[in-house]
DNA sequence: GTGTAAATAACATTATAGTGTGATTTATGA
DNA sequence: TCATAAATCACACTATAATGTTATTTACAC
């Protein structure tokens, strides 16, 4: 529940670049579980797994103040 | 080292905000520890953990596609 | 509708993040 | 210089992320 948004931009990132959980999850090195889990929103991943990802999706994660 | 970046964020707006680790970690409800961890590029916290500081500091944690 | 791949799910195990405690070191102000 | 607070660090314990395996369900091409 916390963290679907996030989950959402990874599936979202990754059908566009048309490729399956199995596939992501090989060339991050991480498990399909856990990719599988954060896509749904649930669990609690570590930063490593985000920054793995994210290097392979052609993501970033920033962590910026907010503007009002 | 992987996460340098992400602590440095998170120090420079705790001094900002003139609090220290123990004051942020408190109103975070995480332990200093992990809180000085983070600060210094060690360890691999966990997105619930970059979560609570990014509210408490007024800032928040994006994953967008990388522009080029 | 059948076969195949992808996604969803449960579960036990292993690795490790997060915590609490206490000690040491480094600022900092009186 | 002395006292106090803040930051750094080690370490053992607990909670839980991450994995591997297997099974079930859903989607999709033929």
């Known amino acids: 529940?916390?963290?679907?948004?996030?989950?959402?931009?990874?599936?979202?990132?990754?059908?566009?670049?048309?490729?399956?959980?199995?596939?992501?999850?090989?060339l991050s090195g991480i498990s399909v579980n856990t990719l599988y889990?954060?896509?749904?929103?649930q669990g609690n991943p570590s930063l490593e797994v985000l920054n793995k990802l994210a290097e392979v999706l052609g993501m970033e994660l920033k962590l910026e103040v907010k503007k009002n």
Chains 1, 2 share one sequence.
Do not use: S
Request: net charge positive; glycine share 6%.
């Open 37 to 41: 889990k954060l896509e749904r929103g």
């Open 1 to 26: 529940m916390l963290f679907t948004h996030l989950g959402e931009a990874i599936k979202d990132r990754r059908k566009e670049l048309n490729i399956t959980q199995h596939h992501l999850a090989e």
